[in-house]
């Protein structure tokens, strides 16, 4: 079966950085797209960043950019989202996403195949 574990989150001060882990299992990892996605109480889930592992193609939501990095890990079939510069409105559960996927570009959010439990991340002011 294929499963998405999220680790990482926690409760951080405003101006600090986390990073976040999605570890896949029961899927050869390479082949797919995996997506960061975060929702808030009381709103919809929006993106925050993908990569396209067969390209090592990466995007990012304009309002994350410049504060957000992802990176890969093949050998440990593990993608890691680095949060900086966090603010009270970054406050949300995280979730990451999979899908097989062979473009360079990343998927749309309906796209996503499985998703993972998600990991909380609190900013305090």
């Keep these: 079966d294929v499963q998405l574990v999220e680790s990482g989150g926690g409760l951080v001060q405003a101006g600090e950085s986390l990073s976040l882990s999605c570890v896949g299992s029961g899927f050869t990892f390479e082949y797919y797209a995996i997506g960061w996605f975060r929702q808030a109480p009381g709103k919809e889930r929006e993106e925050v960043g993908c990569i396209s592992l067969q390209y090592n193609t990466r995007h990012y939501a304009n309002s994350m950019r410049g504060r957000v990095g992802i990176f890969s890990d093949l050998a440990e079939n593990t993608v890691t ?30 796209e996503y195949s499985y998703w993972g439990q998600g990991t909380q991340v609190t900013v305090s002011s």
């Excluded at 966090?86 to 959010?109: M, N």
């Design 81 to 110: 989202l680095r949060l900086n510069n966090l603010s009270p409105d970054d406050t949300a559960i995280y979730h990451c996403a999979a899908v097989i996927w062979y473009d360079r570009k990343c998927p749309s959010l309906h």
